[in-house]
C-alpha cells in the first residue's frame, strides 16, 4: 500500500531554514503528481508546492523565493527547502501523492498522505 514519510521539521527562529523531506513507498510507478501542504488547526489545509513527473513547479504566492522543491524521481522522494522562513509559516506540513492523471493543486484532489511534521517559527 502506498505510504508517505515526513522528515525534518521543527523549531527555527525567524529568518532561519528548514528542510522537508518525504519519501514515498508503495507507488508502483516513478515520478507521480507530489507537493507539500500545510494547515493551522481549525483551519484549511493550503497547498504550498506541487511538482509533476515531468519536473513542473507551482509555488504558492506566500512562499515563491523562499521555498523550493526538490526530487528524486525513482526513490519517489519529495523535498522542500525553506528558507527566510517567518512566524507565518508556523503549521503543521504535509507531504501528498496524487496517482489519478494530471496534477492539480488542490489538496482534495490528492489522494494520499503523510503523518505531518510540525514546523515552528519564532
Known amino acids: 500500500h502506498v505510504q508517505l514519510v515526513e522528515s525534518g521539521g521543527g523549531s527555527v527562529q525567524e529568518e532561519g531554514s528548514l528542510r522537508l523531506s518525504c519519501v514515498g513507498s508503495?507507488?508502483?510507478?516513478?515520478?507521480?503528481?507530489m507537493g507539500w501542504f500545510r494547515q493551522l488547526p481549525g483551519k484549511e489545509r493550503e497547498t504550498i508546492a506541487t511538482?509533476?513527473?515531468?519536473?513542473?513547479?507551482r509555488y504558492a504566492n506566500s512562499v515563491k523565493g523562499r521555498f523550493t522543491l526538490t526530487r528524486e524521481k525513482d526513490k519517489n522522494t519529495l523535498s522542500l527547502q525553506m528558507t527566510s522562513l517567518e512566524p507565518d509559516d508556523t503549521a503543521m506540513y504535509y507531504c501528498a501523492v496524487r496517482l489519478n492523471s494530471g496534477c492539480p493543486t488542490r489538496p482534495r484532489d490528492y489522494g494520499y498522505w503523510g503523518q505531518g511534521t510540525q514546523v515552528t517559527v519564532s
Open positions: 508503495g507507488i508502483t510507478y516513478k515520478g507521480p503528481c
Open positions: 511538482m509533476d513527473g515531468y519536473g513542473g513547479e
